[in-house]
């Protein structure tokens, strides 16, 4: 029995003594189909966070770039991987988009609108897989660079994701620290370009899985990089770290406004172009300023449990909190 064999079995096994019983328990008949496609991404998800356990933790014991000093704070990380991941968020905005960009389509198409399409323009596409998966890996990680720099731009969208600034105690698990609005908004946004580029849903699937695995090393309390010129080819957990870092990656000028350095997800390539890379060979801590004791910061509390970080982000967003932070 091959490998395919195996998860097939599994992805059956799974489905008939739990998922089936459960629906129709619940009255949900009618979606059994569609459930079955979202048992295996339930098991692409539990493969990738025990690939990321086996891999990354000793990583973390063996060359860590500072003490974990708030075990909780990791734990705490950790149930927002698994409600990202086991739950398949983004992959389930993405296949709620699907049929509803697809009738989008056939309105245009009767309106003689023809939507761009990598095919057009490249029609031996089919015979390139492999190039076909980077080129799609880099048009969503230029759109996603952007993205991330939004974030930083506006008041109230740095309301949001200063929760994921907020990790003193950055480790394997921070990547999916995020309000859930923000992952909401990304994921429709990174879905409808997918899909306006004409990314096929399983396609989708492995660009989303690669682009998360290399997150969540990033994030990872290790002392790694690329070298000097391999920091510039990919994100490495030293580059990202910098975007971590009080005063460097979020402060530009440390006089208060908004900006900063180290936006890119997978390529710095974007930093370097558009004037945000910033390189060191150092290994910074990270923060907000605000978080530090007076006279820096305020001692702003981001929360410690999951309930209190994502309410004190939804009170940020709105400016019911007085000093917005930087
Ligand atoms: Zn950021
Ligand atoms: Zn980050």
Request: aromatic share 16%; proline share 4%.
């Amino acid at each position: 029995m091959n490998f395919s064999d195996l998860f097939t079995n599994l992805q059956a096994w799974i489905f008939e003594t739990v998922v089936q019983p459960l629906m129709f328990y619940c009255g949900l008949g009618e979606f059994i189909e569609d459930s079955f496609e979202g048992v295996e991404w339930f098991i692409f998800g539990v493969l990738q966070l025990i690939i990321l356990f086996i891999i990354l933790r000793p990583l973390e014991a063996l060359i860590p770039v500072q003490p974990i000093r708030n075990g909780y704070a990791r734990w705490n990380d950790f149930i927002y991987t698994a409600l990202h991941r086991l739950g398949a968020f983004s992959i389930l905005v993405f296949f709620v988009l699907d049929p509803l960009l697809d009738h989008l389509t056939a309105i245009l198409h009767f309106q003689g609108v023809k939507p761009f399409n990598l095919e057009n323009i490249w029609p031996d596409m089919v015979n390139h897989p492999v190039l076909v998966f980077l080129v799609y890996l880099v048009v969503l990680d230029f759109f996603d660079y952007w993205y991330h720099r939004a974030e930083h731009q506006f008041n109230w969208w740095w309301g949001l994701h200063s929760l994921h600034h907020s990790q003193q105690d950055m480790n394997l698990w921070s990547d999916n620290r995020n309000h859930l609005l923000d992952d909401f908004l990304r994921d429709i946004y990174m879905g409808v370009i997918a899909l306006a580029i004409g990314v096929e849903p399983r396609q989708y699937v492995m660009l989303v899985m690669a682009s998360q695995m290399l997150q969540s090393l990033q994030h990872a309390n290790v002392r790694i990089h690329f070298g000097h010129f391999g920091d510039r080819i990919l994100v490495s957990p030293r580059f990202h770290r910098l975007h971590h870092a009080i005063g460097l990656g979020h402060e530009a000028n440390g006089k208060g406004t908004l900006g900063g350095h180290n936006f890119a997800v997978l390529f710095p390539i974007w930093d370097i172009l558009f004037g945000t890379a910033l390189f060191s060979d150092e290994f910074v801590k990270t923060g907000i300023r605000d978080q530090l004791p007076a006279p820096e910061g305020c001692s702003r509390d981001y929360g410690q449990g999951f309930w209190s970080q994502q309410w004190l982000g939804i009170k940020r967003m709105c400016g019911l909190e007085k000093d917005m932070p930087l």
